[in-house]
């Protein structure tokens, strides 16, 4: 597509148009506020999670969702746990220990997103930054600050990543006559903290004048793709098509899908990849049709404490988000239901990973490894906190063989 082509058909999105998953308003007396994603499409309804009960509830229940979002969510949670012991006035002993409880409990409220862990862990670290003097205020306001820090990091994470996603998505489509993209679930500004990633990657291609087709898969049993990725696309006025999952083997055998992109919720050492169920099935299909697949992520969503996709925990969700999808009866009374939350993707599946840092491919621990050895570097010197990728120097070099 030439210049004036691409200016010719560029659109161009209204910032206030773009939605975003949570928020905090005011200063460390303030409130962290959640999109409730399981009321869109329609409708759009802001909850104020002012307890950290409340806020484990919104995870839980996928209110909040996505492992970037998730991760924010929990950081602003540990400064929740810090209102919490300042209202009961707990003296700073046992508000630490408060915070401290909390946070563990924060941490465990999904157990297969690394984000959430290291998010949390990362804003109580805090508390070892601060004197047994400091007062209750104090606490509450660096423990804030640091929740936030994490929250901008995620926003400029997600910007490097649309940006080189976009490069690996245009330059599929113009090396080949399909014109279709396919993703899974929601990888966009709701499952982040900024504009997304795999999703985040299409719209940034669509703004740069580059036009295809979306397909987005329901993403069974509760539709993130239909009743949240369409909704994202419609926001920016990108067409889309969604598909039911079992569709997808079809649809790439037509020849019309240039490429599958999708997000991650952990990947580990050797690159394998957990990610919301139906991932791994769509990475055989492409595979079988000689459609490239590709998985965006920031270095966050890494935990190299993991060497394969085979010690990852699976999340089992409730029977009846199967049984009564969307609160609708679908199978007689007495059925047992199998609702793993996430698949495993192995590594061999995957043409590249996205980061924020650049392509790892191939796909494997060394390019893992040395991918992020240099985003240890480059974060270091920009004064970035590592991620759980990130464990240190010596660890990631003891990684390239």
């Known amino acids: ?129 601060l004197s047994a003097s400091d007062s209750q205020d104090v606490m509450c306001t660096q423990l804030l600050a640091e929740a936030r820090a994490i929250h901008e990091e995620d926003r400029r994470l997600c910007t490097a990543i649309c940006r080189y996603g976009a490069d690996a998505l245009v330059a599929i489509l113009s090396a080949t006559s399909a014109t279709g993209l396919l993703t899974h679930c929601n990888t966009g500004a709701l499952a982040t903290g900024g504009a997304g990633t795999a999703l985040g990657a299409i719209t940034t291609a669509w703004q740069r004048g580059e036009r295809f087709e979306v397909f987005v898969d329901e993403t069974r049993p509760l539709f993130q793709g239909s009743r949240l990725t369409a909704w994202e696309l419609a926001q920016h006025s990108i067409p889309v098509t969604v598909l039911v999952d079992s569709a997808a083997g079809q649809l790439l055998q037509s020849g019309r899908i240039a490429a599958c992109i999708v997000g991650a919720d952990r990947i580990t050492a050797c690159g394998d990849v957990a990610n919301k169920i139906g991932t791994y099935s769509l990475a055989l299909l492409a595979a079988a049709h000689g459609v490239p697949f590709f998985v965006a992520a920031p270095s966050s969503t890494f935990d190299l404490s993991i060497a394969s996709g085979n010690c990852i925990p699976i999340e089992q969700r409730s029977p009846q988000e199967v049984l009564s999808p969307l609160g609708v009866p679908a199978a007689p009374a007495g059925t047992q239901a199998y609702n793993p939350a996430f698949d495993i993707t192995p590594a061999h599946l995957i043409r590249a990973i996205i980061t924020e840092h650049g392509m790892i491919e191939p796909v494997n621990g060394q390019s893992v490894a040395a991918v992020l050895k240099v985003g240890f570097k480059v974060g270091f010197k920009a004064g970035l906190k590592a991620g759980p990728a990130v464990l240190s120097e010596s660890q990631l070099n003891e990684q390239i063989v």
């Open 1 to 129: 597509m030439n210049a004036a082509s691409a200016n010719k058909n560029r659109v161009i999105v209204d910032p206030a148009s773009i939605p975003v998953s949570l928020r905090w308003l005011g200063d460390s007396s303030g409130q962290l506020e959640l999109l409730d994603q399981t009321l869109l499409p329609t409708q759009q309804r802001w909850i104020v999670c002012h307890t950290v009960d409340l806020l484990i509830e919104a995870i839980q229940s996928l209110r909040v969702r996505g492992a970037p979002a998730i991760g924010i969510a929990g950081a602003y949670g540990v400064a929740v746990a810090a209102a919490e012991a300042r209202r009961d006035k707990l003296l700073p002993p046992a508000a630490r220990a408060h915070v401290q409880a909390r946070a563990e409990q924060l941490a465990a409220a999904r157990p297969t997103a690394v984000n959430l862990r290291w998010a949390v862990q990362r804003t109580v670290a805090v508390l070892g930054q």
